[in-house]
């Protein structure tokens, strides 16, 4: 049989209580994805304050391989927070972690009476003939409906800081302004997908918009 020369890193552990990274910097990490609801990525980190600023520029700013090592060290401590978050969950493919985060904030606080859908068609939408919002929850009770939109590029200024925001903001301006205005969606930007109060104060605004009089919305 031939011999194998490779590292096995179960025959040479690391010292107990030592690693490649701080254990503060792995926790910091699990504390701030159980904030947000999935593992945040590095442009992410940039939302949730200064100790995640510091981590995003120990480890995503140096490149590829070290974000890697530190997810996978992160695995390694926190076994539920997977090395890579998949957007495809529930039988829906997500078209980013923004709305990944925002689905799972919607769930929990959904009453039975309300239906929540993924990525539904809007009707008589300007500019298309046929378009997709991200989230739609709607009453039968009532017979209403409101749209939610995550605007995952942006935060509520809505400035263009990077090549691909300034490439990108018409095309998020057009989406937006696609809908009547008897069904002018929730917004959800970027800045608040990061602040659990914030995200739960838009989805119960729409929640309440299909339960009650007070919001013009969807039919």
């Known amino acids: ?15 107990v209580r030592t690693g490649l990274f701080p254990r503060r910097d792995i926790d910091l990490y699990a504390e701030l994805s159980a904030r947000v609801g999935v593992c945040v990525h590095g442009v992410m980190l940039a939302d ?20 890697v090592a530190f997810r ?24 980013s972690l923004y709305e990944l985060a925002v689905y799972r904030s919607i769930k929990p606080i959904l ?4 239906k929540l859908d993924v990525h539904p068609v809007v009707k008589g939408c300007i500019f298309e003939e046929e ?18 939109e995550v605007v995952g590029l942006f935060d509520r200024t809505f400035t263009a800081y990077s090549p691909t925001q300034k490439a990108r903001k018409d095309e998020t301006l057009r989406r937006l ?43």
């Open 1 to 15: 049989m031939t011999a194998d020369y490779r590292f096995d890193p179960l025959q040479f552990p690391m010292p």
């Open 48 to 67: 949730l304050g200064r100790k995640a600023w510091d981590l995003r520029k120990k480890y995503w700013q140096p490149g590829e391989g070290a974000w």
């Open 72 to 95: 996978e060290a992160v695995h390694q401590c926190h076994p539920h927070l997977p090395v890579e978050e998949k957007l495809a969950q529930d039988g829906h493919q997500f078209d």
């Open 111 to 114: 009453p039975s009476s309300v």
């Open 131 to 148: 378009a997709f919002a991200d989230f739609k929850v709607s009453s039968a009770c009532t017979g209403k409906s409101c749209f939610i």
């Open 177 to 219: 302004h696609r809908y009547p205005s008897s069904q002018r969606p929730i917004l959800i930007f970027k800045d608040m997908v990061c602040d659990p109060e914030q995200v739960t104060a838009a989805i119960r605004q729409a929640i309440v918009a299909v339960a009650e009089d007070g919001l013009r919305t969807a039919a």
